[in-house]
């Protein structure tokens, strides 16, 4: 059972702007650990879009943004496309689980 | 570039035990400064972090499989290997290995990761 809970879905028109919000707890995001964000498609690896909070790996369009405040993180994805569409999952570390990498529950993004 | 590749059993009979094996290409495991995952996604579901192992050998688990886990890894041959015992249906998924930088705490972020292989265990 994942202790950071993401919607399950959220959905928006090409160049719309949409967000994801990752809501954890005082062992993990609210204990000030960092927040990760991946893009996965079915049948691939997943690919790290945010790291640390708001950082993006090379080669991430800055279309891609994170933010987190307290207990909570956001992805907002601007100018959405089509190739945007896909599963979208939030990770951190928690401690109250004698240190244990958490995901999310994962958010299904569609394109309209 | 970085390359990790899964390998294993992709069929294990219930109570059996699973086996994968995650080849590093383009990188030396024991340059260390990372940590070494697996990571599952059971079919319809999220992913979930196994555990990870560093380049000294020392493991470090989800407390949810830790009795039933270990993780290892093999300098030599440039890879990191995960057993799980007494598996049942639930541990069927696609499992995943990958590296994360190290920090302050582990597993840090996943900047690297092999493409998985789907493990089914049925009789």
């Known amino acids: 059972q994942s202790v950071l809970t993401q919607p399950p879905s959220v959905s928006g028109a090409p160049g719309q702007r949409v967000t994801i919000s990752c809501t954890g707890s005082s062992s993990n995001l609210g204990a000030g650990y960092d927040v990760h964000w991946y893009q996965h498609l079915p049948g691939t690896a997943p690919k790290l879009l945010i790291y640390g909070n708001t950082n993006r790996p090379s080669g991430v369009p800055d279309r891609f943004s994170g933010s987190r405040s307290g207990t909570s993180a956001s992805l907002a994805i601007t100018g959405l496309q089509a190739e945007d569409e896909a599963d979208y999952y939030c990770?951190?570390?928690?401690?109250?689980?004698?240190?244990?990498?958490?995901f999310g529950t994962g958010t299904k993004v569609t394109v309209l | 570039q970085l390359q990790l590749q899964e390998s294993g059993s992709g069929l294990v009979k219930p109570s059996q035990t699973l086996s994968l094996t995650c080849a590093v290409s383009?990188?030396?495991?024991?340059?260390?400064?990372?940590?070494w995952s697996w990571i599952r996604q059971p079919p319809g579901k999220g992913l979930e972090w196994i555990g990870y192992v560093y380049h000294s050998g020392s493991a470090f688990y989800n407390p949810s499989l830790r009795s039933r886990l270990t993780i290892s890894v093999d300098r030599s041959k440039n890879q990191f290997s995960l057993e799980l015992n007494s598996v049942t249906a639930a541990d069927t998924g696609v499992y995943y290995c990958?590296?994360?930088?190290?920090?302050?705490?582990?597993?840090?972020?996943?900047?690297?990761w092999g493409q998985g292989t789907l493990v089914t265990v049925s009789s």
């Open positions: 990770q951190s570390y928690d401690s109250s689980l004698s240190g244990s990498g958490v």
């Open positions: 990958a590296r994360a930088p190290s920090g302050y705490y582990d597993p840090y972020y996943f900047d690297y």
């Open positions: 383009g990188g030396s495991i024991s340059s260390g400064g990372y940590s």
